[in-house]
Every structure is written in structure tokens, then in C-alpha cells.
């Protein structure tokens, strides 16, 4: 079982920045991380992923060249940097963890076993 806590979130004016956090309570039988997002009325899209072994990144068209996943193996802790954010990227934010099983696509929800409680982003304009 992973544990996942988000923080990070918050009110920002467009153009600004946010970076969040995923605090997870192990990684060693994690493949995958990633973060989705989720505004009211929507389904759950993937934002952005990294393989945990090699640090390989994925990311949604949407946010390319604006957002970067990173992690810190040391503090088993998943970042966001979040720059020139938008009105279009408020949402709830999860960190997202894959141990095994079904696998869809490194954005793609199905592939993801454990999830964090959200954390809520909004952009103003």
C-alpha cells in the first residue's frame, strides 16, 4: 500500500506560478508517478508522468514547456512546477502511483493504483 499526500495548491493570477508536492509513504514498488488533474464537469486527465526508474518524462500536449514533474528519491516526493498557469488549468489536482497490473498509457488513469486526496489549483484572470 502507498500513501500519497498532495500540498501545493492554491490561488494564482494568470501568467503565475505554483509548485506542488506529493509526499508518498514509499516509492521502492512504485514504477510510475504521475499527476492528474480534474475540473468540475470533467473527466480526470493526465497532466504529466515520470518513469521512476530512469526519470523519463511524459506530458500532456496542454502543458508542455509550462509544467515539469521532477522527483526527489531521497524525500519519496513528486514536484510540479507550474509556470504561466492559465484560467483552463484550474482543477483538483492528484498524484497518482503505479505498482503493477493493467497497464493503458503512462497518462492514462486505468494505469494507476494508488491516488492522493487532491489538491485544488485555481488560475484567474
Known amino acids: 500500500q502507498v500513501q500519497l499526500v498532495e500540498s501545493g495548491g492554491g490561488s494564482v493570477q494568470a501568467g503565475g506560478s505554483l509548485r506542488l508536492s506529493c509526499a508518498a509513504s514509499?516509492?521502492?514498488?512504485?514504477?510510475?508517478m504521475a499527476w492528474f488533474r480534474q475540473a468540475p464537469g470533467k473527466e480526470r486527465e493526465g497532466v504529466a508522468a515520470?518513469?521512476?526508474?530512469?526519470?523519463?518524462?511524459y506530458y500532456h500536449d496542454s502543458v508542455k514547456g509550462r509544467f515539469t514533474i521532477s522527483q526527489d528519491n531521497a524525500k519519496n516526493t513528486l514536484y510540479l512546477q507550474m509556470n504561466m498557469l492559465n484560467p483552463e488549468d484550474t482543477a483538483m489536482y492528484y498524484c497518482?502511483?503505479?505498482?503493477?497490473?493493467?497497464?493503458?498509457?503512462?497518462?492514462?488513469?486505468?494505469?494507476?493504483?494508488?491516488w492522493g486526496q487532491g489538491t485544488q489549483v485555481t488560475v484567474s484572470s
Open positions: 497518482a502511483a503505479r505498482s503493477g497490473g493493467y497497464f493503458s498509457g503512462t497518462l492514462d488513469k486505468k494505469s494507476y493504483n494508488y
Open positions: 514509499k516509492t521502492y514498488s512504485t514504477t510510475y
Open positions: 515520470i518513469f521512476i526508474g530512469g526519470g523519463i518524462t
